[in-house]
């Protein structure tokens, strides 16, 4: 039997769950399936018993249930004893990797996105077949199962015409254009940023990353290109690949360090708690743990750099939206008013509130592929409950959850569009005379 792994010198933070049960309602897999051990604390309770060795790491229980959750952190918010769980859960899976008990599907997803070419050659093949128009047409037409849905995936991550969807009687401007380049307390001295450009956001949703660049500069930032940067290393770590985790860390600390920008901004929900998570996944590490974690410190997601420096306003787009919240962005940054607050520098852009926006949609980094049934349960609320706001468009600042939704809607027969949020702040520049 092999032993308890990178759970052993965990028993001080495994001791701190006492069994409350406060986080029980906010379980997304608890509320579908009803079992205790598909709970964080029954979660917990089985990791203690691996780390206690009462359990072996290969045992199917452990497997199974920790195999399930979706990593989204929505029980750390809730917990009176402040477990950190998504910090407990990666080295569980990293226990369970090391028992050889990893699926031969997460072990090949991991694979493709540790490596850089293997990651162009598969976004390139995406783009090429998404060009098609293909992906679209067969998703509206195959009957149902996971092609069917990973086309739909891929067809979700296409531009969208936002004029298109437009409410021309939304908001009738009453003041001229050139009122609409008033600043908001905005910081007069130029900031150095880089931006993380993500592996799937890059590879699917390179526009994002080049609308976030124009809306830095239009608030005052010069950007700096990082050539040499990698993968953040998020989908390792929640794979429990915590070694590939940190090759990935180690070279972007390299190459952010080397570029000299004084913030590292993140517009990808879970990329964005990795980077802050560098100093921890790092911390036992002599020769990279300070660096990590100065690195961490100087990471702003882009909602919280704008919200906290003040943001431009630009002329109206007049559309109504609803905010998904991620899990990564609201749970794990606890970040929640931010994305909310820059929406609202708009003019003329209509928010209509989502229930529950802030549970998840069932996509978690690769969950929704590796579980589409319980995956695709979780997402039927998540479309139930943007189909009840009538709203023309979804925003949600996260690649994952943009597919895993916008997937949902088209297999629900809606023709409702999701957008990054920082699209319509760049378009709303745009229409202003502020960016090209």
């Known amino acids: 039997m092999s032993g308890p792994g990178h759970l052993a010198r965990e028993q001080e933070r495994l001791l701190a769950c006492v069994h409350c ?68 859960l990666e080295r569980a899976r990293a226990t369970i990797a090391d028992a050889g008990r990893s699926s031969i599907a997460t072990r090949v997803l991991l694979s493709i996105f540790g490596d850089r070419l293997f990651t162009r050659i598969t976004m390139g093949l995406g783009r090429i077949l998404r060009a098609t128009r293909l992906p679209g ?55 150095r940023v880089a931006i993380l450009e993500g592996c799937v956001q890059e590879g699917l949703f390179a526009r994002v990353n080049r609308a976030t660049a124009r809306v830095l500069e239009v608030n005052g930032c ?24 940190k090759m990935l860390a180690r070279a972007n600390l390299g190459a952010f360090d080397r570029s000299g920008a004084d913030v590292i901004i993140a517009n990808a929900a879970g990329c964005g708690a990795m980077l802050k998570d560098y100093g921890e996944l790092m911390r036992h590490d002599p020769a990279w743990a300070n660096r990590a974690a100065v690195f961490s410190s100087r990471v702003r997601d882009i909602f919280q750099f704008l919200a906290e420096r003040g943001v431009r ?59 589409p049934e319980l995956g695709g349960r979780i997402l039927d609320d998540k479309v139930a409950a943007i189909k009840e706001t009538g709203a023309d468009a979804v925003v949600t600042p ?9 997937a949902g809607l088209i297999m629900a027969g809606m023709d409702t569009p999701v957008l990054h949020p920082i699209e319509l702040l760049d378009e709303s520049y745009r229409r202003a005379g502020l960016v090209p």
């Open 21 to 88: 049960g406060f986080c029980l309602n906010a379980c997304p897999t608890y509320k579908q399936l009803g079992d205790e051990a598909d709970s964080p604390r029954g979660r917990l309770y089985l990791m203690r018993a691996v780390m206690e060795g009462r359990i072996a790491p290969d045992d199917q229980a452990f497997v199974t249930h920790i195999d399930r959750c979706l990593g989204c952190r929505a029980c750390e918010p809730v917990c009176p004893s402040g477990v950190e769980y998504g910090y407990l």
């Open 137 to 191: 047409l067969l998703a509206r037409s195959l009957p149902g199962g996971s092609a069917r849905f990973g086309l739909a995936m891929l067809d979700a991550s296409r531009s969208t015409d936002i004029s298109r969807f437009e409410r021309p009687t939304l908001l009738t401007p009453v003041e001229p254009a050139a009122a609409t380049i008033a600043r908001t307390g905005l910081a007069t001295h130029a900031t």
């Open 398 to 406: 996260n690649p994952g959850c943009a597919m895993q939704i916008g």
């Open 222 to 245: 010069t950007v700096v290109h990082v050539p040499l940067q990698h993968c953040c290393g998020a989908l390792h770590a929640h794979g429990g690949e915590l070694e590939a985790a």
């Open 313 to 371: 306003t630009g002329a109206p787009v007049q559309v109504r939206v609803t905010y998904d919240a991620p899990c990564h962005l609201y749970h794990a940054q606890r970040i929640m008013r931010a994305p909310l607050d820059v929406l609202s520098a708009i003019p003329g852009l209509q928010h209509i509130p989502l229930r529950d926006a802030e549970e998840c949609c069932g996509g978690a980094g690769i969950y929704g592929m590796l579980h």
